[in-house]
């Protein structure tokens, strides 16, 4: 079955420290690719996308993101994490049409 | 800025209710989205709409129905609200040429008792 995955339901970094979310996904061809953040009590708001091109994507916030095909995961970056960076990430799909498909989500608790 | 905006953050309702769930967006999108969130399933969609009076189902349609009258407002129906249909809703608006980003509102917490 065509999914999203991504793997990770929590992780937990140091503040300063890096992050790294990881991204499968199972379509037969590539799709458009993103990233979106949910602070608690929001919404969703987008972090990068990649629809073609260079496979490094920036993002807002200080967020990387990179495509690889041969392993159909688009992992997301960022080199050292603020304290509020603690959110639920969720990695999203657009296999066909207009509908995204959405990982599961995960939720990054930053310690001091 | 886009802004989506929901109706209510909170909502309490009784088994068999008719419940509304209103969102409006100010940026002339054309395509309108409900989702609905629980933890560990992610964002799964419930209906869209990409035109005034247009709609589609999603991948949870069962026991919901959309009402889309004005083309900056998209209503989502409980017709007969259900404990299992406790849970975040989010609508979202997008444009219709293909940026496929979405614009989601803060979402409303439904518990039905």
């Known amino acids: 079955a065509q999914s999203v995955t991504q793997p990770d339901i929590h992780i937990t970094v140091s503040e300063g420290a890096s992050l790294e979310l990881r991204c499968n996904y199972s379509?037969?061809?590539?799709?458009?690719l993103f990233w979106y953040v949910q602070s608690p009590g929001q919404g969703l708001q987008l972090l990068l996308k990649?629809?073609?091109?260079?496979?490094l994507v920036q993002g807002i916030k200080g967020f990387e993101a990179e495509f690889k095909r041969s392993q159909s995961s688009f992992n997301l970056r960022k080199p050292s994490v603020h304290w509020s960076d603690a959110a639920e990430y969720f990695c999203?799909?657009?296999?066909?049409?207009?509908?995204?498909?959405f990982g599961a989500g995960t939720t990054v608790t930053v310690r001091a | 800025d886009v802004k989506v905006t929901q109706s209510s953050r909170y909502l309490v309702k009784r088994t068999g209710e008719k419940v509304f769930l209103e969102c409006v967006q100010d940026m002339d999108h054309e395509n309108m989205f409900w989702y609905r969130q629980d933890p560990g399933l992610g964002l799964r969609l419930i209906y869209f709409?990409?035109?005034?009076?247009?709609?589609e189902k999603g991948d949870i349609p069962e026991g919901y129905s959309v009402s889309r009258e004005k083309k900056e407002r998209f209503s989502l129906i409980l017709e007969s609200a259900s404990t299992n249909q406790t849970s975040m809703y989010l609508c979202?608006?997008?444009?219709?040429?293909?940026?496929?980003?979405?614009?989601f509102g803060p979402g409303t917490r439904l518990t039905v008792t």
């Open positions: 990649y629809f073609s091109g260079d496979t």
């Open positions: 379509y037969g061809a590539t799709p458009y």
């Open positions: 999203a799909v657009v296999p066909r049409g207009y509908k995204l498909s």
């Open positions: 709409s990409y035109d005034v009076k247009m709609k």
């Open positions: 979202a608006s997008a444009t219709g040429t293909g940026s496929y980003e979405q614009y």
